[in-house]
């Protein structure tokens, strides 16, 4: 945009400075063309004056003052500075010469440019300062400006030279020209700083419900019970928002619908397999009755699995500052007493600051880990390191780790690497999944390694941050 701004400006200014420079030369032109015509005639009366006559009539046009012309009549040609260069020069003294040189048939006509301060305008080489200001000074200065003055001078005859000073009425003529000057300068910053200005606010404006609905999308997926959108903007982008409150009020009612339904689905299954474990207590058959006995246990295992899982990705609860290190004391207390070993190094000796989470929702999450941990390893040794923008835990156990391929499809639902369907052998492989529903919900990240020597290693990354998206 700035680029486009600045060829825009530049091209504008080039039309702009090229029409003024044309239009400049052509007032210089008819200027000069018309001031030729008047020294024409000028010089022609003093032609035609007797010799004896011209110093009289001089005199008279002195005492006079304010004529439009110095004149004086001398007896050598003066010397004078010339000044100036260019294509303004340049047209103003060809007209002068071709004009006198076809009205007065004269070739040597010597047409130069002067300052006042160092113009020398007769016979003796005075100076135009030096001469009273009725002489010359009023016809010849425009004081403050300082026009250049215009010299020409012909000889009229052997031993006589007419000297003709005068004004064009251009002040800048020799000023030079000056495609960036200040002044174009300062209103091409200030164009430019103004389009910028008025770009950014319709970009925002435009872009702000862009970024609302980015930031909503990235929420969607941890909290369906966000705010809708507001269903403004330019149109396309109202109606992208219509459309994606309307997706997130289908996929909350979708959820809603199954967690109904598994619930009900519970609820239903409860009482027959109740009235089965009944019916199997009273097999007389030993080996029967053991064989109903577990495949009902795992039928129940299976139900209370998946009511598990949809009921415990959605804890509904605040979201509050936690000590990591008092929760994972409490979690390595609690396993003690079930035979567990845990330990926990901290990467410094100054407490971890708390971090925002959901409580029960992250305690349930590190309790699968050290779970899982104790179950396969016996023992798990946790890691703390604090960082600036988050807090990352290891937790290692001495198991025998999962084969490589196995390490992502171990979070997905009912997954279990343990070959037997006993609930108290292998469990309903759910515990890493939520998980790691857990940690994403928090922003963070969850990645599962093998250790060099022995063991699982589950790296838990969680940031710090004022507020949660939710569960």
């Keep these: 945009m ?80 010339d000044i100036g260069s260019g294509l303004e020069k340049e047209v103003v003294v060809n007209n002068v010469r071709s004009v006198l040189t076809r009205e007065l048939n004269i070739d040597d006509v010597v047409v130069e440019f002067s300052r006042p301060e160092n113009l020398r305008v007769l016979n003796n080489e005075v100076l135009l300062y030096d001469l009273p200001p009725r002489w010359g000074q009023h016809s010849l200065m425009m004081e403050p400006l ?23 009425g251009v002040p800048d003529i020799f000023s030079g020209y000056r495609w960036l000057s200040e ?32 930031r909503a999308a990235r929420q969607l997926g941890d909290d369906l019970d966000i705010p ?11 109606a992208t928002a219509i459309a994606f409150n309307r997706m997130q009020r289908r ?3 979708q959820i809603e619908e199954r967690e109904r339904l598994f619930s009900a689905i519970s609820h239903d299954l409860k009482t027959p397999i109740t009235r089965m474990r009944l019916r199997a207590e009273m097999l007389d ?40 290190e008092q929760l994972l004391e409490e979690l390595a207390e609690a396993l003690s007493l079930q035979g567990g070993e845990v330990k926990i190094e901290r990467q410094s000796a100054v407490n971890i600051a708390p971090i925002v989470a959901k409580p029960l929702a992250l305690k349930r999450c590190l309790a699968n880990l050290l779970e899982n941990a104790i179950f396969y390893g016996k023992q798990a040794d946790i890691y703390l390191f604090d960082e600036e923008e988050s807090v990352t835990l290891q937790i290692r156990d001495y198991g025998p780790g999962i084969p490589e391929k196995q390490l992502e499809r171990v979070f997905s639902p009912f997954v279990r690497l ?31 390694a093998n250790h060099a020597e022995q063991g699982l290693i589950v790296t838990v990354t969680l940031p710090r941050q004022e507020t949660i998206t939710g569960l």
Aim: hydrophobic share 45%; proline share 5%.
């Design 418 to 448: 343990e070959p037997s369907r006993s609930r108290h052998t292998g469990g309903s492989g759910l515990g890493l999944g939520i998980a790691k529903h857990i940690v994403r919900a928090h922003g963070g990240n969850i990645q599962l």
């Design 251 to 253: 996929i909350r009612e």
């Design 285 to 324: 058959d030993t080996l029967q009755r053991e064989r109903f006995c577990a495949s009902l246990d795992e039928l129940d295992s299976l139900v209370k699995g998946a009511l598990a899982s949809v009921k415990g990705l959605d804890l509904h609860e605040e979201p509050v500052p936690v000590s990591l």
């Design 183 to 214: 002044e174009r300068l300062l209103v091409g910053l200030l164009v430019l700083l103004s389009v910028l200005a008025l770009s950014l606010l319709g970009i925002t404006s435009v872009t702000r419900p862009l970024a609302r609905l980015s």
């Design 2 to 81: 700035i680029a486009g701004v600045l060829v825009a400006q530049g091209a504008s200014y080039a039309l702009w400075s090229s029409q003024v420079r044309s239009s400049h030369l052509a007032q210089l032109d008819e200027l000069s063309t018309n001031m030729a015509f008047s020294i024409a005639s000028t010089m022609r009366f003093f032609r035609s004056l007797p010799v004896e006559y011209r110093h009289i009539v001089l005199d008279q046009l002195r005492n006079m003052g304010g004529t439009r012309f110095f004149v004086s009549v001398n007896e050598r040609r003066l010397m004078v500075n």
């Design 146 to 168: 300082s026009p250049p003055i215009l010299v020409v001078q012909l000889e009229l005859s052997p031993g006589t030279w007419l000297y003709v000073a005068t004004l064009l």
């Design 228 to 238: 809708p959108l507001k269903e403004s903007g330019p149109k396309e982008v109202a």
